[in-house]
């Protein structure tokens, strides 16, 4: 999906950041180790994005792991992908890249149901934290070099009494180290990527 990569700059950031704490009751709400994030300069007034990685490094011709975690402020939420009513701008997720790393593997979390009166059907949306995962794989020449990367995190937050924003494309842009096959790399962010190893393999 073609996402117009825009808005707000950003920074790469490998140094402890102060994160969204935790909710009790959210399945997924764990804390990432702050390390080798893509983060936005400027936080949204609606969401707050973040990019984490399982690894220090990316390796040539091998799929590393990232979450685009986004917290959500209270009375808003954003539109899921899928999305539920054909008018809606669901959240999506693009990336951009300077060696040619591809993009694969995506998988969204499931919205939940709100329904809004007169529409037939209800609207999927995400609230409070959405995390979706997915690869990104460096050419197999790449080892030994340095990737330039941009995320392109689209979205469409709207309040509880029905005012909507206009959609918005966060870009989060940094470089991460290319491995040479059969380097070993550091993992990161375990807790993050436990629950999901199977879905994003």
């Not at 936005?40 to 975690?69: C, H, I, M, N, W």
């Not at 979390?109 to 990104?136: M, Q």
Request: proline letters at 7%; glycine letters at 6%; one cysteine or more.
């Amino acid at each position: 999906m073609a996402l117009t990569f825009r808005t707000r700059p950003a920074i790469a950031v490998a140094a402890a950041l102060t994160f969204f704490a935790a909710r009790p009751g959210d399945t997924e709400a764990v804390e990432p180790e702050p390390l080798v994030v893509f983060a936005t300069a400027q936080t949204g007034e609606t969401v707050k994005v973040r990019v984490y990685f399982e690894a220090d490094r990316l390796v040539a011709g091998s799929p590393t792991k990232f979450a685009v975690v986004l917290d959500i402020a209270p009375d808003w939420h954003i539109n899921a992908n899928p999305k539920g009513a054909e008018f809606q701008e669901e959240t999506a997720v693009a990336v951009k890249s300077k060696l040619g790393t591809k993009l694969s593997a995506v998988r969204y979390p499931p919205g939940t149901d709100l329904t809004i009166e007169g529409l037939d059907v209800p609207l999927k949306v995400y609230d409070r934290r959405a995390i979706v995962y997915g690869t990104i794989t460096p050419p197999e020449n790449s080892g030994g070099q340095t990737e330039s990367i941009a995320f392109g995190v689209r979205y469409q937050s709207c309040s509880e009494d029905g005012r909507c924003l206009a959609p918005l494309v966060e870009k989060l842009t940094g470089r991460l180290a290319v491995a040479r096959a059969g380097e070993t790399v550091t993992p990161l962010n375990a807790a993050l990527f436990r629950t999901v190893a199977a879905k994003v393999d």
